[in-house]
């Protein structure tokens, strides 16, 4: 049994809060803040158990301590923004309370995003006889544990890694991003990035990209882009010779990319505009939907999985793995796209074995640095199965 405090009342922690609220043996009191109060208490109206709400300003250390000490949890779930990460990192460390998140920290100023910073905290962590759990979504977070089963399990020795992220889904705009607009351009827009024979290779955004035949979707293009897990699993994965990150996008969404980009609109510097200091981006986000709102009429299905070969005993092997997501049985469930479901699902699966102890420890953790089999056997049951391929060669 177990006090959680949820920070973030978006896509994912609407999807956070609803699941948790389903495992009363576990999560026996629940709280849900955000910046607004009302987006909290309207999820709150989707349960049928009672949470309490509160506002939150989580880029303020002082009020998340108050909170956090006027609660007493045994956890806090971090599904508010990548920007937010150290605050309430260090909140937890002012409170002794234990950190769980599904991104890794960036700078508002900077679109740049690693786990420098928060690795940092791993000594701070680790005196406190705190444990942090970075990165507990879809991916980062399932991709990380597939890896770790595979090595447990399969391989000897994992030496390729092939991460693919593929929405295979339709909702109807003409342009939207499936989590947070501001952050999703961040990421994609940045150079491609990855890891080959000890060193890190760049590309530009959207040059390296080739067909993939992806299960229950069908053959769609993916690109290479860089994301945030790599740099753990080059970190944790022995024998490692290369890894990369694949994300699918459509002809369609690159070209109005494209021109958002062309005429300025994903810029994060501020601009002057009619008197008044604007980023580009922030105005761009504001104008579009908000993913949350995409759910309802949302059809078709995401594939996540990783390719990877290594050697087990001697013979080289080819392993699979993927889960296969619906957005219209995710909006049926817990009334979001499949985006939200796939990274709030292992927020709570990952806050589950960290509240009955199957993960404990001392410091800062991404998952792969934990033992993969209780969390690959809950993922089912909370609604992600996977599916294995195997090929020896
Ligand atoms: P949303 O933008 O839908 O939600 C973010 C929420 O955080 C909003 O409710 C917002 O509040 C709240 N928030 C923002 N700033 C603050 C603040 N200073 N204090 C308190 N609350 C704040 O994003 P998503 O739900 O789509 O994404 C949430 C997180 O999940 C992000 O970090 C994202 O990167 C991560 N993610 C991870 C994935 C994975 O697989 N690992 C996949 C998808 C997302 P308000 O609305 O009031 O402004």
Same mark, same amino acid.
């Not at 609220?21 to 629940?30: G, K, M, N, T």
């Not at 530009?204 to 229950?216: A, G, T």
């Given at each position: 049994m177990g006090k959680v405090l949820i920070i973030g009342a978006g896509g994912v922690g609407s999807v956070v809060a609803q699941k948790c609220?389903?495992?009363?043996?576990?999560?026996?009191?629940?709280t849900l803040a955000s910046r607004t109060k009302e987006k909290c208490e309207k999820i709150a109206a989707l349960l049928d158990r009672p949470i309490k709400t509160s506002?939150?300003?989580a880029d303020n250390r002082e009020q998340t301590v108050a909170l956090i000490r006027s609660l007493s949890p045994d956890l806090v779930i971090n599904v508010a923004l990548p920007y937010q990460d150290l605050s309430i990192m260090d909140a937890c460390l002012e409170t002794g309370v234990n950190y769980l998140d599904t991104a890794n920290f960036e700078s508002p100023q900077e679109a740049f995003f690693s786990y420098k910073w928060q690795w940092a905290y791993e000594e701070k962590f680790r005196r406190a006889g705190l444990m942090a759990l970075l990165g507990s979504g879809f991916d980062p977070g399932v991709t990380n544990v597939f890896c770790a089963y595979a090595l447990k399990h399969y391989f000897d020795e994992i030496n390729y890694v092939d991460i693919m992220d593929c929405n295979g889904g339709s909702h109807g705009h003409a342009f939207a991003t499936n989590f947070n607009p501001e952050i999703n351009i961040r990421e994609i827009t940045a150079k491609g990035r990855f890891w080959e024979d000890g060193q890190w290779k760049h590309t /530009? $955004? +959207?040059?390296?990209? /080739? $067909? +993939?035949?992806?299960?229950?979707?069908g053959v769609r293009e993916k690109y290479l882009i860089y994301h945030?897990?790599?740099e753990s699993l080059v970190k944790h994965l022995p024998g490692l010779r290369r890894i990369r990150f694949w994300m699918t996008f459509s002809q369609d969404y690159l070209t109005h990319l494209r021109v958002l980009h062309n005429v300025g609109l994903t810029r994060i510097d501020p601009v002057e505009f009619q008197g008044q200091k604007i980023v580009p981006l922030q105005f761009l986000k504001m104008l579009l939907p908000d993913p949350a709102s995409l759910a309802a009429c949302y059809t078709g299905k995401t594939n996540i999985g990783c390719m990877i070969s290594g050697l087990k005993d001697g013979r080289l092997r080819k392993y699979y793995i993927y889960n296969v997501c619906d957005h219209e049985e995710a909006f049926r469930e817990v009334r979001a796209q499949a985006i939200s479901y796939t990274a709030g699902v292992p927020a709570v699966v990952g806050a589950k074995m960290m509240l009955t102890g199957k993960w404990s420890g001392k410091g800062v953790f991404n998952l792969e640095q934990l033992d993969p089999d209780p969390f690959m056997e809950d993922l089912p049951a909370h609604g992600l199965p996977w599916v294995e391929v195997f090929q020896e060669m």
């Open positions: 609220a389903r495992l009363p043996d576990v999560f026996s009191e629940i506002q939150v300003d /530009e $955004p +959207f040059s390296v990209h /080739e $067909p +993939f035949d992806f299960p229950q979707i945030e897990e790599l």
